[in-house]
């Protein structure tokens, strides 16, 4: 069971504003983007769609290519951090 207590390091913060380019910061993709927003989204879902671009099984502009740079430990606190985030 992912968690993240209420006291959110800044190692995770300074990861998790590595997606704010793209993602919007928090996790909050500006309207009527193509690209989605993070904030919210199951953590189950953001894991196996992080793994999936990062094994090649899911191809995408660039996604494929940046998720190689996370280790699954990295993708896991990234998960927990944005499903803990409101929409």
Do not use: W
């Not at 793209?22 to 793994?51: D, F, R």
């Amino acid at each position: 069971h992912l968690t993240v207590a209420g006291n959110i390091g800044y190692g995770l913060r300074s990861l998790a504003a590595t997606c704010a380019n793209c993602h919007g910061t928090g996790g909050k993709a500006l309207a009527n983007s193509a690209v989605p927003g993070l904030a919210g989204i199951p953590a189950i879902y953001m894991m196996e769609q992080m793994k999936a671009f990062k094994s090649g099984g899911r191809t995408a502009t660039v996604m494929h290519q940046l998720a190689k740079g996370y280790s699954d430990a990295q993708i896991e606190q990234l998960a927990a951090y944005f499903a803990a985030q409101p929409k």
